[in-house]
């Protein structure tokens, strides 16, 4: 299977953050339950009906390590549907793990980066 997605496993940790809405609420819970059952070896945030940090959307986040990656994304680019993943490398600096450590699977949409002050 060829992936679609083009992001480079350059980091040594990740999140993908799985948007949704309330019309694809049922959907997303799909998701959710299919990886907290599934063995990849994940780190599996909260279920979000609501906005947090600088997502604009609800979601809930997949924490995971450069040596999971191939597997975290191929699942994720299977299982997502049509709702859109927000992947970030986690570097400690937050502003530009959300800015420029990006990458999308379905529809961009703008972050609210308000929160957050570039290091100088």
């Given at each position: ?5 083009s992001?480079p496993?350059v ?5 993908a953050?799985?948007y949704y809405?309330?019309?694809t609420?049922?959907q997303?819970d ?10 990849l070896?994940?780190d599996l945030?909260?279920f979000h ?6 997502h604009?959307?609800?979601?809930f ?5 450069k040596?999971?990656?191939?597997e ?5 680019e ?9 992947l970030?490398?986690?570097t400690g ?9 990006v ?6 949409v703008e972050l ?6 570039p290091?100088?």
């Amino acid at each position: 299977m060829s992936s679609s997605y083009s992001f480079p496993n350059v980091h040594q940790a990740y999140h993908a953050h799985v948007y949704y809405e309330a019309d694809t609420e049922a959907q997303a819970d799909i998701i959710y339950q299919a990886a907290a059952a599934s063995s990849l070896p994940i780190d599996l945030g909260r279920f979000h009906r609501k906005c947090v940090g600088p997502h604009p959307k609800w979601s809930f986040q997949i924490a995971f390590d450069k040596a999971a990656f191939d597997e975290v994304m191929t699942w994720l680019e299977a299982h997502r549907g049509d709702l859109t993943v927000f992947l970030h490398g986690v570097t400690g600096d937050d502003y530009i793990d959300h800015t420029d450590h990006v990458g999308w699977m379905g529809s961009p949409v703008e972050l609210n980066l308000a929160m957050f002050k570039p290091k100088q």
